[in-house]
């Protein structure tokens, strides 16, 4: 089985930094790609950032040039650097990836998330 764990939300006021972490943990063969998705009240889940196997980025136009993902492949483990922080910020932050892993059956892929974790930006 995959899983997906999250840390590092929380609570913290406008201009702040957080970091985000995600660890996949299970019998993983090859990490694709890993992301961060995020789910504000009301809306619909949009998509933050993501990073292939390859080290391409690709970001959502609100977090440019304030966000940073980063991975570490060995760990299986992605990464957020949230900067200069703002109250629109505000929302369940999830992880993604798109993994290939072995099971009892074999071998197994597909696209996993964690349960979230939330980011309050608040005076």
């Known amino acids: 089985q995959v899983q997906l764990v999250e840390s590092g939300g929380g609570l913290v006021q406008p201009g702040g930094s957080l970091r985000l972490s995600c660890a996949a943990s299970g019998r993983i063969l090859n990490n694709y790609a890993m992301g961060w998705y995020r789910q504000a009240p009301g809306t619909q889940r949009e998509l933050v950032t993501t990073?292939?196997?390859?080290?391409?980025?690709n970001y959502a136009d609100s977090v440019k040039g304030r966000f940073t993902i980063s991975r570490d492949y060995a760990k299986n483990t992605v990464y957020l650097q949230m900067n200069s922080l703002k109250p629109e910020d505000t929302a369940v932050y999830y992880c993604?990836?798109?993994?290939?892993?072995?099971?009892?059956?074999?071998?197994?892929?597909?696209?996993?998330w964690g349960q979230g974790t939330q980011v309050t930006v608040s005076p």
């Open positions: 990073i292939d196997s390859s080290g391409t980025t």
């Open positions: 993604n990836a798109d993994l290939a892993w072995v099971s009892e059956m074999g071998y197994r892929r597909g696209n996993y």
